[in-house]
T-cell receptor
């Protein structure tokens, strides 16, 4: 069965500092990995995905993520955080057998001015 | 702006009412989804439609009844709901069910059951 872990419920970072939101996963086959962001009273917005190829994936709003197969991780990163990045972040995985998306529990990111 | 449109944005209903949630997308996607999301929790999959046919029902109570009238529209009919059904209901679509493409979400309907 597929699973996703986001080990931190909450991440606090000062504006201008780099941020990392962690994600680890477990799937049977090859993983398809996704990051979504959710602002208050909004739906989930797609940020980026890893399917195959380069382990460093670049996405929307300056975010990037690094796929690490040996550590089964897909951490979300941004070199310089903005206050407006404060939101709830979800990592999701599905395998190449076409199983359902499985979402992680979410990490609340707070960027402090 | 999201490309998946959900109406209404808010809905308050009594336990004996019948209401419907609506979802529309014009991206040519052939898979559409209903999710339920409680506060500060991840979305929970309820139903999947693939090419307008119900392909997954995640053991959802029969008081929730989905309908896909055409490839652009998805409805969720509600009847005799319980207070624990209060939540944000999200619709999503993707190119097709088995692809590696992301799901695109609407902004949801916030449902309150009195």
């Amino acid at each position: 069965a597929q699973s996703v872990a986001q080990p931190e419920d909450q991440v606090n970072v000062a504006e201008g500092n780099p941020l990392t939101v962690k994600c680890t996963y477990s799937v049977s086959g090859n993983p398809y990995l996704f990051w979504y962001v959710q602002y208050p009273n909004r739906g989930l917005q797609f940020l980026l995905k890893y399917i195959t190829g380069d382990n460093l994936v670049k996405g929307s709003y300056g975010f990037e993520a690094e796929f690490n197969k040996s550590q089964t991780s897909f951490h979300l990163k941004k070199p310089s955080a903005l206050v407006s990045d404060s939101a709830l972040y979800f990592c999701a995985v599905r395998d190449n057998y076409g199983q359902n998306f499985v979402f992680g529990p979410g990490t609340r990111l707070s960027v402090l001015p | 702006d999201t490309e998946v449109t959900q109406t209404p944005k808010h809905l308050v209903m009594g336990m004996t009412n019948k209401k419907s949630l609506k979802c529309e997308q014009h991206m040519g996607h052939r898979a559409m989804y209903w999710y339920k999301q409680k506060a500060k929790k991840p979305p929970e999959l309820m139903f999947v439609y693939s090419y307008e046919k119900l392909s997954i029902n995640e053991s959802v109570p029969s008081r929730f009844s989905p309908e896909c009238p055409n490839s652009s529209l998805l409805n969720l009919h509600l009847h005799a709901l319980q207070p624990e059904d209060s939540a944000l209901y999200l619709c999503a679509s993707s190119q097709d069910y088995s692809s590696n493409q992301p799901q695109h979400f609407g902004d949801g309907t916030r449902l309150s059951i009195l």
